[in-house]
């Protein structure tokens, strides 16, 4: 299937699912549904750099909150601004570090790589916390307005809706990506990077195009998250979930296609709500973590390529 | 006539061991040169120099008139010079002929003649695998291959670049008799078709057989440089390989 | 106590490279064999071969040690060394993080060298004065040939019966390879060690050998019947050089 189509599919599913959460007309199904859409969007933007490229970022949470924190303080400064300008703004933003950060960093190979992202993670939460401006340790409040813009109902459908939104650009980006030369640039990358650039590939150049677009997707799902959850505190915006979960479901899913986080995002993050409906939601990061290890163990390929190997 | 590659004064040091010394190397355009040398002489170092996976301190490298100092390996590439390297790096989750894939899309590619597309970068990846021998493991992986296969598919991936400079690092270590003279062959109607090789081996038989030229390095410099049969008997040449 | 060693028909190599065809070749008791060649022609991993370390897929290894004769294809590194073969590797393999003495007990860890291991320190302390001097110098520290010695003197601490040395001369300076192939002569005299030493410097290594191989390719190209029957350097150079 060529790319054009493919978004129309995907415009056409998220539609539906849209669709039915308005049918059902239960504002429960819209908050759990913006919840495993944001990990299709982060896990997907993960998978860009970690899953394609074959470097591995535990830095989501600092992408992840410089979206919702510019946020933050584009409603502050100017309240008028509409949603997707600010989820714009924010994915530039996430971006833009995302590069810098590659550019001092991507000269390290793989695993200094991974802890110079862990060490942006504590550094960004850092700066943000003492940051008065966005209210520092103690948080920031966030109108959410009464009605949804466009479509009328609750602000949350529209939440909702601008998330299924992100969700197909992501994911039509990562398919575009899968099956272009910068997609077989990505996977040399990964699996020899000498090798790589004796063949011509520009690997410096390639892996901070994977860090800006991996920093840009993270920073735009971050975007929406104050008025989600009208109340922003370094402590829930730098939650150990999102990092946890932005890795653990790609894994589980499937590293190697597009369509492995959005498996994983489905699975884990609905069992992940369900067990925090039913036990309680400190069960949530234990829930991704074994899956994560027990994947990583018996089925490196996720569940994806489980099925690959089972139709070979 | 300018040299196509031209080496000059190159020093390369690791901390304070010195790995090469004032190395002064001339390849002309289409020739055959074996380099030949003792364990530790600095051969994979003066190649990684020559590619830019390394940086040399002193000296610089010249590829067809332009100097190479400062240029990424990629951008070595582009402008025409590829290696094979010495333990096959294959990538590993893409078939035979998507390895040959990345040189076209990369190199080929970014240069501003010669470019491919679509389903003619296909048929290159098959006609090449065809070339070694390999045109029916095409949509193989590379962990199906035999050694001698693995080394095919290096030196294929190194020729999918389009190069006008080949430098072959041991590409025959552990192959047998009859597999040497298969890599041997392919070496020289690569030469035949207008590409400069360079060859570094330890199997004697190969270099002698396929070089014009004999270059020798030992302990980081260069101590002789000519014709082969003449190379091996230099008095300097003797003493490096069976001691003093 | 004569020990010997026979290698047979062996063909070796690291899973689909084929490296030793058909290699054999002997060590009599008392005796120093050369095992000459240039790099990437088998000599390491004949060397490895015998010390277990890569399993050959064919032919035998008998070791004759005390009048005992063992098969030693199939056993553990560890097992062979207990039978009483010691082995320098190349590139010495030394633990650089640890001083001379501590190098040297580890040397001693079969149980028959531990008993006697206060005595071999002694005896490597006054056949190696060099590393008595520098019995608490961290190992990693020291010069290339003081490491040789070290190396060399780590092995006999097992109190070996064979011992095999693995190109005892690279990276070493020409003075210094001189003063380890002296040294190694010196203890074939003093303690009537058989030794087998793989050695790309042929001029060096024929100062110390009885006989002795020349092995390219992974085959023997050449068997020495003796010191004199090696000492051809037209005929070494064509093996080496091809020409």
């Known amino acids: 299937?060529?790319?054009?189509?493919?978004?129309?599919?995907?415009?056409?599913?998220?539609?539906?699912?849209?669709?039915?959460?308005?049918?059902?007309?239960?504002?429960?199904?819209?908050?759990?549904?913006?919840?495993?859409?944001?990990?299709?969007?982060?896990?997907?933007?993960?998978?860009?750099?970690?899953?394609?490229?074959?470097?591995?970022?535990?830095?989501?949470?600092?992408?992840?909150?410089?979206?919702?924190?510019?946020?933050?303080?584009?409603?502050?400064?100017?309240?008028?601004?509409?949603?997707?300008?600010?989820?714009?703004?924010?994915?530039?933003?996430?971006?833009?570090?995302?590069?810098?950060?590659?550019?001092?960093?991507?000269?390290?190979?793989?695993?200094?790589?991974?802890?110079?992202?862990?060490?942006?993670?504590?550094?960004?939460?850092?700066?943000?916390?003492n940051w008065d401006f966005v209210g520092g340790a103690r948080g920031a409040y966030v109108?959410?307005?009464?009605?949804?813009?466009?479509?009328?109902?609750?602000?949350?459908?529209?939440?909702?809706?601008?998330?299924?939104?992100?969700?197909?650009?992501?994911?039509?980006?990562?398919?575009?990506?899968?099956?272009?030369?910068?997609?077989?640039?990505?996977?040399?990358?990964?699996?020899?990077?000498?090798?790589?650039?004796?063949?011509?590939?520009?690997?410096?150049?390639?892996?901070?195009?994977?860090?800006?677009?991996?920093?840009?997707?993270?920073?735009?799902?971050?975007?929406?998250?104050?008025?989600?959850v009208t109340y922003l505190d370094p402590s829930s915006g730098f939650s150990l979930n999102y990092a946890v979960n932005a890795i653990a479901m790609p894994l589980i899913g499937g590293t190697s296609t597009w369509l492995g986080p959005v498996v994983g995002a489905v699975l884990v993050g609905g069992l992940q709500e369900y067990l925090r409906v039913t036990i309680s939601s400190a069960v949530n990061v234990l829930v991704a973590g074994v899956l994560m290890v027990v994947f990583v163990i018996i089925a490196p390929q996720g569940i994806v390529g489980l099925f690959k190997r089972k139709r070979q | 006539?300018?040299?196509?590659?031209?080496?000059?004064?190159?020093?390369?040091?690791?901390?304070?061991?010195?790995?090469?010394?004032?190395?002064?190397?001339?390849?002309?355009?289409?020739?055959?040169?074996?380099?030949?040398?003792?364990?530790?002489?600095?051969?994979?170092?003066?190649?990684?120099?020559?590619?830019?996976?390394?940086?040399?301190?002193?000296?610089?490298?010249?590829?067809?008139?332009?100097?190479?100092?400062?240029?990424?390996?990629?951008?070595?590439?582009?402008?025409?010079?590829?290696?094979?390297?010495?333990?096959?790096?294959?990538?590993?989750?893409?078939?035979?002929?998507e390895n040959l894939r990345i040189p076209i899309l990369y190199a080929v590619n970014a240069r501003s003649t010669g470019r491919l597309a679509g389903a003619a970068i296909d048929a290159r990846c098959r006609d090449l695998l065809g070339e070694v021998g390999l045109a029916g493991k095409a949509d193989r992986l590379p962990r199906d291959l035999t050694q001698i296969e693995m080394r095919k598919l290096e030196l294929a991936r190194a020729m999918a670049a389009q190069p006008k400079l080949l430098i072959a690092d041991e590409a025959m270590a552990g192959l047998?008799?009859?597999?040497?003279?298969?890599?041997?062959?392919?070496?020289?109607?690569?030469?035949?078709?207008?590409?400069?090789?360079?060859?570094?081996?330890?199997?004697?038989?190969?270099?002698?057989?396929?070089?014009?030229?004999?270059?020798?390095?030992?302990?980081?410099?260069?101590?002789?440089?000519?014709?082969?049969?003449?190379?091996?008997?230099?008095?300097?040449?003797?003493?490096?390989?069976?001691?003093? | 106590m004569a020990s010997s060693l026979t290698v047979a028909n062996i063909d070796a190599g690291y899973g689909a490279v084929r490296v030793l065809e058909d290699v054999s070749l002997s060590v009599g008791a008392g005796e120093t064999v050369a095992l000459l060649g240039t790099n990437g022609n088998g000599k390491s991993t004949l060397m490895k071969s015998i010390m277990g370390i890569v399993r050959p897929s064919a032919g035998s290894i008998l070791a004759e040690i005390d009048g005992a004769r063992h098969e030693l294809i199939g056993r553990s590194t560890e097992e062979i060394v207990d039978l009483g073969i010691a082995f320098v590797p190349e590139g010495r393999r030394l633990f650089p993080k640890q001083t001379v003495t501590e190098n040297l007990?580890?040397?001693?860890?079969?149980?028959?060298?531990?008993?006697?291991?206060?005595?071999?320190?002694?005896?490597?302390?006054?056949?190696?004065?060099?590393?008595?001097?520098?019995?608490?110098?961290?190992?990693?520290?020291?010069?290339?040939?003081?490491?040789?010695?070290?190396?060399?003197?780590?092995?006999?601490?097992?109190?070996?019966?064979?011992?095999?040395?693995?190109?005892?001369?690279?990276?070493?300076?020409?003075?210094?390879?001189?003063?380890?192939?002296?040294?190694?002569?010196e203890l074939k005299d003093g303690y009537n060690l058989t030794v087998l030493m793989a050695e790309q410097n042929f001029t060096q290594a024929i100062r110390i050998a009885d006989r002795g191989y020349v092995i390219v390719h992974g085959k023997i190209a050449f068997a020495g019947e003796s010191a004199e029957a090696l000492n051809n350097n037209d005929l070494i150079r064509e093996f080496y050089l091809g020409a």
């Not at chain 2, 390095?217 to 040449?237: C, Q």
């Not at chain 3, 001189?178 to 002569?185: A, E, H, L, P, Y």
Request: glycine letters at 12%; a positive charge; aromatic letters at 8%.
């Open chain 2, 1 to 97: 006539m300018t040299a196509l590659l031209h080496v000059e004064g190159l020093g390369k040091r690791f901390g304070g061991f010195v790995a090469l010394d004032g190395i002064e190397l001339e390849v002309q355009d289409g020739e055959r040169l074996g380099l030949i040398g003792p364990n530790g002489s600095g051969k994979s170092t003066l190649v990684n120099c020559i590619c830019g996976t390394l940086r040399n301190e002193t000296g610089s490298v010249s590829f067809a008139g332009e100097k190479l100092d400062g240029l990424l390996a990629s951008q070595r590439t582009h402008r025409g010079l590829a290696r094979s390297f010495q333990l096959p790096r294959p990538f590993a989750s893409l078939s035979l002929a």
């Open chain 1, 143 to 228: 109108l959410r307005p009464r009605t949804a813009p466009l479509i009328g109902g609750g602000y949350i459908d529209y939440l909702f809706l601008i998330m299924l939104g992100l969700c197909v650009i992501s994911l039509a980006t990562a398919r575009a990506i899968e099956r272009s030369s910068l997609g077989y640039g990505f996977a040399a990358i990964r699996d020899d990077e000498a090798a790589a650039e004796a063949s011509g590939v520009p690997t410096l150049k390639l892996k901070l195009i994977a860090t800006g677009l991996s920093g840009g997707f993270m920073g735009m799902a971050g975007a929406p998250l104050p008025f989600y």
């Open chain 2, 176 to 244: 047998s008799h009859a597999e040497v003279d298969e890599i041997i062959a392919l070496l020289i109607r690569l030469n035949g078709q207008g590409v400069t090789v360079i060859m570094i081996e330890h199997i004697m038989r190969a270099v002698m057989e396929f070089s014009q030229r004999l270059a020798v390095l030992v302990a980081g410099k260069k101590i002789a440089d000519g014709a082969p049969k003449e190379v091996v008997r230099n008095d300097e040449v003797v003493r490096a390989y069976l001691g003093e």
């Open chain 1, 1 to 129: 299937m060529r790319g054009g189509p493919f978004i129309l599919v995907l415009i056409a599913v998220a539609a539906v699912i849209f669709g039915l959460a308005r049918w059902l007309d239960n504002s429960y199904a819209f908050f759990v549904g913006y919840v495993v859409v944001q990990y299709i969007v982060l896990g997907t933007a993960w998978n860009i750099l970690g899953g394609y490229t074959g470097y591995v970022n535990f830095g989501i949470t600092a992408f992840f909150a410089i979206g919702a924190y510019s946020s933050v303080v584009l409603h502050k400064l100017v309240p008028a601004m509409p949603l997707p300008a600010m989820i714009l703004v924010g994915g530039v933003m996430a971006g833009i570090v995302g590069i810098g950060t590659g550019y001092l960093t991507l000269r390290l190979r793989g695993v200094y790589f991974s802890i110079a992202t862990l060490a942006l993670a504590v550094v960004v939460q850092t700066l943000i916390t």
């Open chain 3, 105 to 185: 007990l580890l040397g001693a860890f079969r149980p028959a060298a531990r008993s006697a291991i206060r005595r071999n320190l002694d005896f490597c302390f006054e056949t190696f004065p060099v590393l008595k001097e520098r019995a608490r110098q961290l190992a990693g520290s020291m010069s290339g040939g003081e490491q040789q010695m070290l190396a060399l003197a780590r092995a006999l601490m097992s109190a070996p019966r064979i011992l095999l040395v693995d190109e005892p001369s690279v990276g070493l300076a020409p003075l210094l390879v001189r003063r380890t192939i002296d040294k190694i002569k």
